[in-house]
């Protein structure tokens, strides 16, 4: 089974790689985890490191989901006028429209 492990702790171990008082070799021995975790852990912190400066809010991920969300609702909404105007058109003349 595999070891799953919280961002809390992989972000302690990091920030203690980072320091570099001790080794990746005793960093692992001390907390249990393989030494190529916390190099890789390590690297994310320093290629992320950069968001947490970020303003606070919507990234552009999460703007451009709610785009996509506003443009998906606004399409189903359009879907049932149109279902509805067909349904009605069909309990009024007993047929489907002809285009």
């Given at each position: 089974?595999r070891?799953?492990?919280?961002?809390e702790?992989?972000?302690k171990v990091?920030?203690?790689?980072l320091k570099?008082?001790?080794t990746?070799?005793?960093?692992?021995?001390?907390?249990s985890v393989?030494?190529?975790m916390?190099?890789?852990w390590?690297?994310?912190l320093?290629?992320?490191?950069?968001?947490?400066f970020?303003k606070e809010g919507k990234?552009?991920?999460?703007?451009?989901?709610?785009?996509?969300?506003?443009?998906?609702?606004?399409?189903?909404?359009q879907?049932?006028v149109?279902n509805?105007?067909?349904?009605?058109y069909?309990?009024?003349y007993g047929t489907?429209?002809k285009?």
């Amino acid at each position: 089974m595999r070891k799953r492990y919280d961002k809390e702790f992989k972000a302690k171990v990091a920030v203690e790689a980072l320091k570099g008082d001790k080794t990746l070799q005793e960093l692992a021995i001390t907390y249990s985890v393989h030494p190529n975790m916390i190099a890789l852990w390590k690297r994310q912190l320093l290629e992320h490191a950069s968001m947490l400066f970020e303003k606070e809010g919507k990234d552009k991920a999460s703007e451009e989901a709610e785009r996509q969300k506003g443009e998906l609702f606004k399409q189903i909404g359009q879907l049932q006028v149109e279902n509805e105007f067909l349904k009605k058109y069909k309990q009024l003349y007993g047929t489907d429209p002809k285009w």
